[in-house]
């Protein structure tokens, strides 16, 4: 049995997010992956026993590094406007960090890997922030919401400008680039939309 080559593998998994990015799910195949990564098909089946493992591997490898960069230095305790500015710097700095994973978690949260994907790493990150909202409305900093309501209006801005700046455009199809001075105008909006 031959031996795992741990680059030919990262070059593995960072050509299947760039693949299944740019073509989808259902455009995806190890024959695809292999000629991508010229390496034989056999030379994949050292890694992964199909394409479904293949990606669940690769969604549950990314889904935890994303968990622990949010997670990072965030105190449930802290203040709304704290805790949440803590998450904004964590997210954009994933997303900068990592621009091809966002749109590879678009791809798979409409797929039928949503389920086995976000099952997977989430339980520390709703532990952390199931708290940080419970803590926020026993204090009494926001209206009692569900977490759909709280997350469309605390994430949804941050996700929108990044993808605007991922794409390199607007809606209305001009450039764009994201600046601090955008963002933190943002996030400034958010706080006050969310705060009692």
Known sequence: MRKRDTDKEDL??????????????????????????????????????????????????????????????????????????????????????????NLFFDQLRSSSYQEEFLSGFLKEFKLVMGKFMQNVMERGEIEEMTFETYWAIAFAPLYALARFDNEGKSLSGKPYQMTDKVLWKTFNLVIKALKK
Not at 30 to 41: E, G, R
Not at 58 to 64: F, P, Q, R
């Open 12 to 101: 593995v998994k960072q050509t299947a997010i760039k693949l299944i990015v740019k073509n989808g799910l259902e455009g995806f195949s190890m024959n695809k992956l292999a000629k991508a990564c010229n390496i034989s098909v056999a030379t994949l089946y050292i890694y992964y026993k199909d394409r479904d493992d293949l990606i669940l591997n690769i969604a549950m490898e990314s889904g935890k590094l994303m968990s622990d960069t949010i997670i990072k230095d965030f105190d449930p305790e802290l203040s709304l406007e704290e805790g949440l500015r803590q998450q904004w710097k964590n997210r954009y700095k994933f997303m900068t960090d990592h621009p091809g994973l």
